[in-house]
């Protein structure tokens, strides 16, 4: 089979694709479609050692979407499943991925494979901020900045179905998409000074990795929370500090995938690529503008 890996840190220039033996896991999945997220780049950047380590060589993608190859009780051969490889190891960005039971779900039938692809990481951290970091309830007022990428759909259908005022900040291109998701309020941040706005909010968000907490904090309510989704390690530490700044590190469980399975949730996708793209779909991610998930299809 063939796999994505990497044997030094660098830019997309270190990927390479490889011949490589059949995984031999308790459960072999053959991949369909797998998503692209920041994390990718931030590991084999050379951004995450603390997390990921310095033994190469190393392996890409999270999360993905296949029909299982080789099956055991609970999940058959020829399921259609979605899930996770090991956030910080990788290994989805192959024809074929080892997982265990726990780390994946039945696909729901009314998504295609590279829509569940796209729910695990980006669907998952959406789920952690609303329900666990932010705990939206009905009436509260919350701010997305970033709203158009990979977790800002997701968030803003997941606090409209709390109850949330949701406002959006996002680039002209995703304006008219945030307004179909429900989002009340939207905001052009190439016109808008974001952080001197009058409202203030019980949950701002920063997606985009524009807005540090020095800058939101004018904009919080007496209680309100700020979250990093893109945290260092510097940020982590800090958010020991106060407990109106948190930091975002994903923790997927088998009920949090179950849960996304059955959520409903509209999944954007702006752009897909042939999985042998991956040099190009990476850098063009990278580069930013795309409206939703980005998906390599195999």
Known sequence: M???????????????????????????????????????WKLWQGEMTMMGGKKFPKELGIDFAGVVFKG???????DAVFGLATIFKGGAMAEFVDVNAADIALKPEGLSFEEAACLPV???AAWQIVEEIGKVKAGMEVLVNGAAGGIGPFLVQMA????????????????EMVRELGSDVVLDYRSSD?????????????????????????????????????????????????GRYKVLLLKPTAEKLKALAKSGLKVVIGKRYAWEDFRKGYEEVKRGGIVGKAVFVL
């Not at 063939?2 to 991949?31: N, W």
């Not at 409209?160 to 291109?173: D, I, L, S």
């Not at 974001?194 to 209680?223: H, N, P, Q, Y």
Request: proline fraction near 3%.
């Open 72 to 78: 055991n009780a609970q999940y058959k051969e020829g």
């Open 160 to 175: 409209k179905r709390k109850g949330a005022m949701v406002t959006a900040v996002v680039g002209a291109v995703g304006m």
């Open 122 to 124: 980006a669907g998952g």
């Open 2 to 40: 063939r796999k994505i890996i990497y044997k030094q840190f660098g830019g997309t220039e270190v990927l390479e694709m490889v011949e490589a033996a059949m995984p031999a896991g308790e459960i072999i999945v053959k991949v369909k479609a797998v998503s692209v997220n920041p994390l990718d």
């Open 194 to 242: 974001v952080e001197k706005i009058a409202s203030r909010f019980d949950l701002v968000v920063d997606l985009a990795g524009k807005m540090r907490f020095a800058g939101a904090r004018g904009m919080l309510k007496a209680k309100g929370v700020y979250v990093n989704t893109s945290p260092g390690v510097l940020d982590i530490l800090g958010s020991f500090v106060s």
